[in-house]
T-cell receptor, first 111, second 112 residues
Framework: NAGVTQTPKFQVLKTGQSMTLQCAQD?????MYWYRQDPGMGLRLIYY???????DKGEVPNGYNVSRLNKREFSLRLESAAPSQTSVYFC??????????FGPGTRLLVL | GNSVTQMEGPVTLSEEAFLTINCTYT??????LFWYVQYPGEGLQLLLK?????DKGSNKGFEATYRKETTSFHLEKGSVQVSDSAVYFC???????????FGSGTRLLVRP
């Protein structure tokens, strides 16, 4: 039981490049989330998927797209990376009792 | 909308000192309240939770009581250890129960 896994762990991009952050969970949770964490700002919700086949915008969705590929997998795509997207990205999934479980994070640097 | 306010850090304590990290919230309805901990280089882990007024969540010596009258959920520990050094986040379930609203986090540094 690996919980929530994320790939890659680290990534460096140049401005304008694209990439996809992968997330998978093996806990059979319906809901999945993408957050970004910036110094002094806590966690901000980018997108979430309440259940397979649905996605919704969170607090800071601009510049991102998501795909809920199946119940296990939820990917985050940056189509044209900008320096403002330098951050640590966390994926999470949620039990029926509101508790969210987090992955180890992806550290992204956009030059 | 719902929001969470945490005391700013860093909080620096000596080993075996008493810890309090303040958290207050604004919410409609009856949200659940959470404390998460983030150790260096890792993701967030649930530390404890409380789902209704007057509930006390506890784990690993940490406690927090859901106080509806003061809209607070302060985190306490009687005797901290160096291994407790981490960032602590208070959170509540949002307007939609699918979401969590996080505070900005409080960094705790415990010195030997």
């Amino acid at each position: 039981n690996a919980g929530v896994t994320q790939t890659p762990k680290f990534q460096v991009l140049k401005t304008g490049q694209s990439m996809t952050l992968q997330c998978a969970q093996d806990m059979n949770h319906n809901s999945m989330y993408w957050y970004r964490q910036d110094p002094g700002m806590g966690l901000r919700l980018i997108y979430y998927s309440a259940s397979e086949g649905t996605t919704d915008k969170g607090e800071v969705p601009n510049g991102y797209n998501v795909s809920r590929l199946n119940k296990r997998e939820f990917s985050l795509r940056l189509e044209s990376a900008a320096p403002s997207q330098t951050s640590v990205y966390f994926c999470a999934s949620r039990t029926g009792q509101e508790t969210q479980y987090f992955g180890p994070g992806t550290r992204l640097l956009v030059l | 909308g719902n929001s969470v306010t945490q005391m700013e850090g860093p909080v620096t304590l000596s080993e075996e000192a008493f810890l309090t990290i303040n958290c207050t919230y604004t919410a409609t309805g009856y949200p659940s309240l959470f404390w998460y901990v983030q150790y260096p280089g890792e993701g967030l882990q649930l530390l404890l939770k409380a789902t209704k007024a007057d509930d006390k969540g506890s784990n690993k010596g940490f406690e927090a009581t859901y106080r509806k009258e003061t809209t607070s959920f302060h985190l306490e520990k009687g005797s901290v250890q160096v291994s407790d050094s981490a960032v602590y986040f208070c959170a509540l379930s949002g307007d939609s129960s699918y979401k969590l609203i996080f505070g900005s986090g409080t960094r705790l540094l415990v010195r030997p």
